[in-house]
């Protein structure tokens, strides 16, 4: 049985003190959410070490939201995976669909940052996801296949094993208008199909995480279909009530 996971990407939101109250409420919360269902929060770098103090002890796990390409060095205002992990960060987020929009992150740069989230025993919440035109001109398969034969393809099998996908369409990011349960599953089990042409058998156990405005009122729905391995939330996993109801909704 796949593992069922709900992230948290607070995104550039709250300053440090607020987010240590809300990872405060996300960890006492969290007491009644299944302990076969993973949590994690990915609070923004500055908040790492802080919240990670919060959470030391919880069923809930730390990640960040992204990490840099390079290893150490002179690579001014970057955070490295190294330093990431040290916090007791398990999780990293690459390839974000705002990381890729706004900050022109390649697959040629998302290679070289799943190489040092590896290196740093951090696991990756890859995403992938289409925008809007893509899926009006019938090209959302093929973008999200590019997605994962340019990044995932290239990984060796053990470090799949480690691998989490989050399938976000960027349509349906911060627009509250969520994929219905029928068009993410469609895509999940697309992923699922490629990712077997490559890995075979292991593909069955790679978790697949929805996200797009996923908030308590849809997420049961979502999760109940057959290849949705649970979510990555953006908005809603800033108030805790919230957060720990989509994680009851599996
Ligand atoms: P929203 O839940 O705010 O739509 O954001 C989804 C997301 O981008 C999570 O990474």
Redesign the pocket.
């Known amino acids: 049985m796949r593992k069922q996971i709900v992230a948290g990407?607070w995104?550039m939101n709250t300053t440090p003190a607020e987010g240590t109250e809300l990872a405060k409420a996300v960890a006492e919360l969290s007491k009644e959410v299944a302990d076969n269902v993973s949590l994690i929060v990915a609070p923004p770098f500055t908040h790492l070490c802080s919240v990670a103090k919060t959470l030391a002890g919880t069923k809930v796990a730390l990640s960040s939201q992204n990490c840099a390409d390079q290893a150490s060095g002179a690579y001014t205002g970057e955070v490295s995976a190294r330093m990431i992990a040290s916090l007791g960060a398990s999780y990293v987020?690459l390839g974000?669909?705002?990381r890729r929009e706004y900050y022109g992150e390649t697959s040629e740069i998302l290679n070289k940052k799943m190489a040092q989230a590896y290196a740093n025993d951090l696991t990756p919440i890859y995403?992938v996801g289409e925008k809007l035109n893509e899926r009006e001109t019938g090209k959302h398969f093929d973008v999200v296949r590019a997605q994962i034969e340019e990044v995932v393809y290239q990984l060796a099998p053990e470090q799949f094993d480690r691998l989490i996908i989050?399938y976000?369409p960027v349509w349906?990011?911060?627009?509250g208008k969520t994929a219905t349960a029928d068009q993410a599953q469609e895509m999940h089990a697309y992923i699922r199909s490629v990712l077997a042409e490559k890995f075979g058998d292991k593909a069955a156990a790679c978790p697949i995480l929805y996200?797009?405005?996923?908030?308590p009122s849809n997420a049961k729905e979502l999760f109940a279909k057959t290849d949705v391995d649970g979510g990555?939330?953006?908005?809603?996993?800033l108030v805790a009530a919230d957060f720990i109801a989509i994680a009851k909704s599996f």
Not at 172 to 175: E, Q, R
Not at 211 to 215: A, F, P, V
Not at 232 to 237: D, T
């Open positions: 990407n995104k987020i974000h669909s705002e995403c989050a976000e349906a990011i911060g627009t996200g797009g405005s996923c908030k990555l939330i953006g908005g809603a996993s």
